[in-house]
């Protein structure tokens, strides 16, 4: 109609009521930003126990501990030898077997080679003194007859043997301490020590009793050269045990022309051991 105004029409629209908010009830209420922790209560803790100090006397005499070892261990163990370095020797080691003669080393030390030892036997008095008395003489010190049987005692007894008669050669001055009965005695006492007492093995019984490779690296003395026509054979030794060796042609014709001799020192590394089964 004219005159009146349109009126908008009125919204039916009602907005929805306010949604109460969702609770937590394992989440802690958030924090305000001025929000410091109360500091934890400080606790007082005891004083550790300290043991018991005792005042011992300086002039008072201390009594060593009892030894942990075996009285059969204490009782066979001896005084290592003192050590000389070849330094201080130098100027006594002689290279010629007058040389040798003249300062008074007998004629068999000087003819003695690693296969003759092993059945050398010394003149003592009236009789003579080889392996087998030596084994009696160590059983009469202490060792055990199990531990050293007649194998160990041959064996040894060569090696102890061409040593002294190696030393006596070469320092001529004292050979006297190195050419004697006394002196082999007190090296197999010592490889009995060391093998049966302390449980040390040299290179070459480890390799042969398959605890160790053969391939390591070790320092071998050749003890017996056999040139024969059709082939050569070579001994090597440890000092303690030794094996058979088979040359290539290098190490053959080495030995045949004499740059390589009995008691020359090899250096091996990567070497093969045949014919022993395992362990």
Same mark, same amino acid.
């Given at each position: 109609?004219?005159?009146?105004k349109?009126?908008?029409?009125?919204?039916?629209?009602?907005?929805?009521?306010?949604?109460?908010?969702?609770?937590?009830?394992?989440?802690?209420?958030a924090?305000?930003?001025?929000?410091?922790?109360?500091?934890?209560?400080?606790?007082?803790?005891?004083?550790?126990?300290?043991?018991?100090?005792?005042?011992?006397?300086?002039?008072?005499?201390?009594?060593?501990?009892?030894?942990?070892?075996?009285?059969? $261990?204490?009782?066979? /163990? #001896?005084?290592?030898?003192?050590?000389? &370095?070849?330094? =201080? %020797?130098a100027?006594?080691?002689?290279?010629?077997?007058?040389?040798?003669?003249a300062?008074?080393?007998?004629?068999?030390?000087?003819?003695?080679?690693?296969?003759?030892?092993?059945?050398?036997r010394?003149?003592?008095?009236?009789?003579?003194?080889?392996?087998?008395?030596?084994?009696?003489?160590?059983?009469?010190r202490?060792?055990?007859p199990?531990?050293?049987?007649?194998?160990?005692?041959?064996?040894?007894?060569?090696?102890?043997?061409?040593?002294? $008669?190696?030393?006596? /050669? #070469?320092?001529?001055?004292?050979?006297? &301490?190195?050419? =004697? %009965?006394?002196?082999?005695?007190?090296?197999?006492?010592?490889?009995?020590?060391?093998?049966?007492?302390?449980?040390?093995?040299?290179?070459?019984?480890?390799?042969?009793?398959?605890?160790?490779?053969?391939?390591?690296?070790?320092?071998?003395?050749?003890?017996?050269?056999?040139?024969?026509?059709?082939a050569?054979?070579?001994?090597?030794?440890?000092?303690?045990?030794?094996?058979?060796?088979?040359?290539?042609?290098?190490?053959?014709?080495?030995?045949?022309?004499?740059?390589? /001799?009995?008691?020359?020192?090899i250096?091996c590394?990567?070497?093969?051991?045949?014919?022993?089964?395992?362990?």
């Amino acid at each position: 109609l004219p005159g009146l105004k349109r009126q908008a029409p009125r919204s039916t629209f009602t907005p929805p009521a306010k949604r109460p908010s969702i609770v937590q009830p394992f989440r802690s209420p958030a924090k305000p930003a001025d929000y410091s922790p109360a500091p934890l209560p400080v606790r007082s803790r005891p004083p550790p126990k300290l043991p018991p100090v005792t005042v011992r006397n300086s002039a008072a005499k201390i009594q060593p501990e009892p030894s942990k070892k075996s009285h059969s $261990a204490d009782s066979l /163990r #001896r005084d290592k030898p003192e050590r000389r &370095s070849l330094r =201080s %020797v130098a100027d006594q080691i002689v290279t010629t077997v007058q040389e040798a003669t003249a300062l008074g080393v007998p004629q068999e030390a000087i003819a003695i080679t690693a296969k003759t030892a092993r059945e050398f036997r010394f003149a003592v008095g009236t009789g003579h003194w080889g392996w087998q008395e030596a084994r009696q003489t160590l059983i009469v010190r202490g060792c055990v007859p199990g531990a050293i049987p007649d194998a160990w005692v041959h064996n040894h007894f060569r090696w102890c043997v061409w040593n002294a $008669a190696s030393y006596a /050669r #070469r320092l001529p001055a004292t050979w006297s &301490s190195f050419w =004697s %009965v006394e002196a082999v005695v007190d090296r197999l006492w010592r490889r009995y020590e060391r093998e049966h007492l302390l449980g040390q093995r040299s290179a070459l019984k480890r390799i042969l009793e398959a605890d160790s490779a053969a391939q390591q690296p070790m320092i071998l003395v050749v003890s017996e050269v056999d040139c024969a026509r059709d082939a050569v054979r070579m001994e090597v030794t440890d000092g303690w045990y030794a094996v058979t060796t088979s040359v290539d042609t290098v190490l053959e014709r080495a030995l045949r022309k004499g740059k390589l /001799r009995v008691g020359d020192k090899i250096a091996c590394i990567g070497a093969r051991i045949n014919g022993v089964g395992e362990g």
